[in-house]
């Protein structure tokens, strides 16, 4: 057994790394060096790990309503950037930028760059420290 540990142990940390870094492979699902803009309506905000998510509802190319699903930061990285569960709420009205879709099925899941709330002038994504990670 004393000769397989080592064994195991680098198998772990192996998968382990593999599986951090496919989790983090935003290249492989969005455009990255593209941005698009949502004016939409927030639908809902889960607030949560790894990633939270914003549902938006807002209209496409085509001029029609669509709900956007917005990959954001996860929770605990998001407080330590000012935002709380209760910082957006369903009916707010939001701009964001995000990183389009690499799939070419339709598809509406978006990352985000950069969200504004013209209401009040909250904003998010200008500050060097307010990156998805």
């Known amino acids: 057994m004393r000769g397989k540990l080592p064994v195991l142990v ?3 940390l192996l998968v382990l790394a593999a ?3 496919a989790h983090h492979s935003f290249p492989a699902t969005y455009i990255v060096n593209k941005t698009i803009t949502i004016e ?3 639908a809902q905000f889960l607030f949560r790990n790894p990633h939270s ?3 938006v509802d807002a209209l496409d ?3 029609k309503m669509q709900r956007w699903s917005v990959e954001w930061g996860g929770a605990g990285q ?5 935002v709380l569960k209760d910082t ?5 009205i939001l701009v964001i930028t995000a990183n389009p879709p690499r ?3 339709g598809s509406t899941r978006v990352l985000m760059k950069t969200a504004r709330r013209p209401a009040d002038g909250w904003n998010w994504g200008n500050a060097p420290d307010q990156v998805v990670d």
Not at 78 to 82: I, M, V
Not at 88 to 92: A, I, M, N, P
């Open 10 to 12: 680098i198998a772990t």
């Open 19 to 21: 599986a951090a870094y």
């Open 40 to 42: 939409g309506t927030v």
């Open 53 to 55: 998510f914003l549902q």
């Open 61 to 63: 190319g085509s001029g």
């Open 78 to 82: 998001l407080t330590s950037q000012g």
């Open 88 to 92: 957006l709420r369903v009916g707010d």
């Open 103 to 105: 799939s070419t099925d």
